[in-house]
């Protein structure tokens, strides 16, 4: 069962919690009980896949192993080919899944070999486990973590096939803090209306765009430079509603549970530039990117001094974090050249950003902010046509 | 004090502006007066002039936020 994708698994849901929501009104701790729902509704989830419920099994020892051990180790020491030894761990079931289906043989005329080692949501937990061994190797977990806490937030359902991306410290501290009875009662309110958001984009707005718009096109008109134009807009305002739906369902299931997952939408089409889109769209995961990719980059490249260049150092840090996310989606065409795409968008802006501060050209009035918001807008879409992989199938 | 006038010395110089010496409750990233860049500089001046090792995950906006909260948080780390 595909989470969040029926009504009938809310219903289902919605009575493995009521528990939870009777020890919260009470002011009484629940996350005890959140564990044991947890896994029922793991098993709810896996319910017609054995393969994958095996694999998220084995994924998820292998992760607590990987983490226990590092943690042990570097409470004595610090070595960095250890640290980077149990990053390449960490991620390898994730990058064997990606490569393996170039290995796989696929006969003609049957359907595509299964990819046997991916299963739903690996892409998300693997920033997990990573995240917990970057902030052990800085310092900032310093004892050691019990495994039904470290399981609990790697497989913690709502947020299990697409996030958003927690970080072990805050999980941790919402755990420890139960809210009071009066801050509970506000929780499940607004847990409760963020579902409903859910609805209204994900099976309203979004599937109407889906079914009258994207499946349409050829209905709409006939000519091919307008319908891939009708393309580019619908299929960016259904990838928004679609995945700001989930996002609102994943996040409102977070909050009946008392844990306040982050969110990862902020009005991104009002984006005034490049930089400002990316503090707004799927931000917990641009933000994981910027803190645990691109900040790093840039302090090493900047004590190892190896490019003195501010400006370079920042956009190769770009690049980098960018070709990541684009191939973190896929090793397909469509998103490498989005990721790219991204990266070229991000240096130039930054170029243009310094430039501007320098030269005074682009002013800072109410006309110009708006003719930014409409620029940045179709720079937008056209990265997510790009992402749709629409113009790679002709 | 000294402890404090030092931190405010060090963020003024990855700053070039002295008015983070002047007014320690400026809010330094709402003005303008650092970007990730210049979070990057500051931490690595910390660690050569302080011997304070600050992780770069470590470094919330939101609570780094003044000249003077810095000095606070980098006392707590001595």
């Given at each position: 069962m595909i989470p969040f994708s029926s009504f009938f698994f809310f219903i289902l849901i919605g009575i493995l919690l009521l528990p939870t929501i009777i020890l919260g009104l009470r002011g009484k701790r629940m996350q005890g009980y959140n564990m044991f729902a947890t896994v029922v509704a793991l098993a709810l989830i896996f319910s017609k896949d054995a393969h994958g419920a095996l694999l998220l099994f084995l994924f998820t020892v292998w992760q607590v192993f990987i983490i226990r051990l590092y943690l042990a180790y570097r409470l004595k020491a610090n070595q960095a080919s250890v640290f980077y030894a149990a990053v390449v761990a960490s991620i390898l079931p994730l990058v064997l899944s990606k490569i393996l289906p170039f290995f796989l043989t696929h006969q003609p005329h049957q359907p595509a070999p299964m990819n046997w080692l991916s299963f739903l949501g690996i892409s998300y937990l693997t920033f997990k486990g990573v995240q917990l061994i970057i902030e052990t190797r800085d310092g900032l977990i310093k004892k050691k973590i019990p495994i039904h806490r470290l399981v609990y937030f790697i497989?913690?359902?709502?947020?299990?096939?697409?996030?958003p991306i927690d970080r072990y410290r805050r999980f941790e501290k919402d755990m420890d803090t139960p809210p009071e009875k009066e801050a509970y009662s506000d929780l499940l309110y607004a847990g409760i209306h963020k579902i409903f958001i859910g609805f209204l984009y994900k099976f309203i707005i979004g599937y109407l765009i889906h079914t009258y718009i994207l499946m349409n096109i050829h209905h709409i008109s006939s000519s091919h430079f307008v319908q891939q134009l009708t393309y580019m807009y619908a299929y960016s305002m259904y990838l928004f509603f679609d995945f700001a739906g989930y996002t609102a369902f994943a996040v409102g299931v977070s909050y009946i549970m008392g844990i306040k997952s982050p969110e990862?939408?902020?009005?991104?089409?009002?984006?005034?530039?490049i930089k400002d889109f990316w503090n707004r769209w799927h931000m917990s995961l641009s933000f994981w990117f910027r803190d645990y990719v691109f900040m790093r980059f840039v302090f090493f490249m900047t004590k190892k001094k190896?490019?003195?260049n501010r400006m370079a150092v920042s956009n190769i840090g770009y690049f980098v974090l960018f070709l990541l996310m684009g191939a973190w989606h896929g090793l397909a065409l469509q998103y490498i050249i989005y990721g790219l795409y991204h990266a070229v968008i991000m240096s130039g802006y930054n170029l243009f950003e310094k430039w501007n501060k320098k030269h005074k050209w682009w002013p800072d009035n109410k006309v110009t902010m708006v003719v930014s918001i409409i620029i940045t807008f179709h720079v937008i879409c056209f990265g997510f046509y790009i992402f749709s992989g629409k113009p790679f199938h002709h | 004090m000294e402890f404090k006038n030092q931190v405010y010395g060090i963020i003024a110089e990855v700053c070039q502006d002295d008015v983070v010496k002047e007014n320690p409750e400026i809010a330094i990233f709402e003005e303008g007066l650092l970007d990730s860049f210049g979070t990057v500089e500051l931490l690595m001046a910390i660690e050569s002039q302080l011997g304070i090792t600050v992780p770069i995950?470590?470094?919330?906006r939101d609570v780094w936020d003044t000249p003077n909260h810095i000095a606070e948080q980098l006392a707590e780390m001595k």
């Amino acid at each position: 069962m595909i989470p969040f994708s029926s009504f009938f698994f809310f219903i289902l849901i919605g009575i493995l919690l009521l528990p939870t929501i009777i020890l919260g009104l009470r002011g009484k701790r629940m996350q005890g009980y959140n564990m044991f729902a947890t896994v029922v509704a793991l098993a709810l989830i896996f319910s017609k896949d054995a393969h994958g419920a095996l694999l998220l099994f084995l994924f998820t020892v292998w992760q607590v192993f990987i983490i226990r051990l590092y943690l042990a180790y570097r409470l004595k020491a610090n070595q960095a080919s250890v640290f980077y030894a149990a990053v390449v761990a960490s991620i390898l079931p994730l990058v064997l899944s990606k490569i393996l289906p170039f290995f796989l043989t696929h006969q003609p005329h049957q359907p595509a070999p299964m990819n046997w080692l991916s299963f739903l949501g690996i892409s998300y937990l693997t920033f997990k486990g990573v995240q917990l061994i970057i902030e052990t190797r800085d310092g900032l977990i310093k004892k050691k973590i019990p495994i039904h806490r470290l399981v609990y937030f790697i497989v913690f359902f709502p947020t299990i096939s697409s996030g958003p991306i927690d970080r072990y410290r805050r999980f941790e501290k919402d755990m420890d803090t139960p809210p009071e009875k009066e801050a509970y009662s506000d929780l499940l309110y607004a847990g409760i209306h963020k579902i409903f958001i859910g609805f209204l984009y994900k099976f309203i707005i979004g599937y109407l765009i889906h079914t009258y718009i994207l499946m349409n096109i050829h209905h709409i008109s006939s000519s091919h430079f307008v319908q891939q134009l009708t393309y580019m807009y619908a299929y960016s305002m259904y990838l928004f509603f679609d995945f700001a739906g989930y996002t609102a369902f994943a996040v409102g299931v977070s909050y009946i549970m008392g844990i306040k997952s982050p969110e990862n939408f902020n009005k991104p089409f009002i984006s005034r530039n490049i930089k400002d889109f990316w503090n707004r769209w799927h931000m917990s995961l641009s933000f994981w990117f910027r803190d645990y990719v691109f900040m790093r980059f840039v302090f090493f490249m900047t004590k190892k001094k190896w490019i003195k260049n501010r400006m370079a150092v920042s956009n190769i840090g770009y690049f980098v974090l960018f070709l990541l996310m684009g191939a973190w989606h896929g090793l397909a065409l469509q998103y490498i050249i989005y990721g790219l795409y991204h990266a070229v968008i991000m240096s130039g802006y930054n170029l243009f950003e310094k430039w501007n501060k320098k030269h005074k050209w682009w002013p800072d009035n109410k006309v110009t902010m708006v003719v930014s918001i409409i620029i940045t807008f179709h720079v937008i879409c056209f990265g997510f046509y790009i992402f749709s992989g629409k113009p790679f199938h002709h | 004090m000294e402890f404090k006038n030092q931190v405010y010395g060090i963020i003024a110089e990855v700053c070039q502006d002295d008015v983070v010496k002047e007014n320690p409750e400026i809010a330094i990233f709402e003005e303008g007066l650092l970007d990730s860049f210049g979070t990057v500089e500051l931490l690595m001046a910390i660690e050569s002039q302080l011997g304070i090792t600050v992780p770069i995950t470590e470094f919330d906006r939101d609570v780094w936020d003044t000249p003077n909260h810095i000095a606070e948080q980098l006392a707590e780390m001595k």
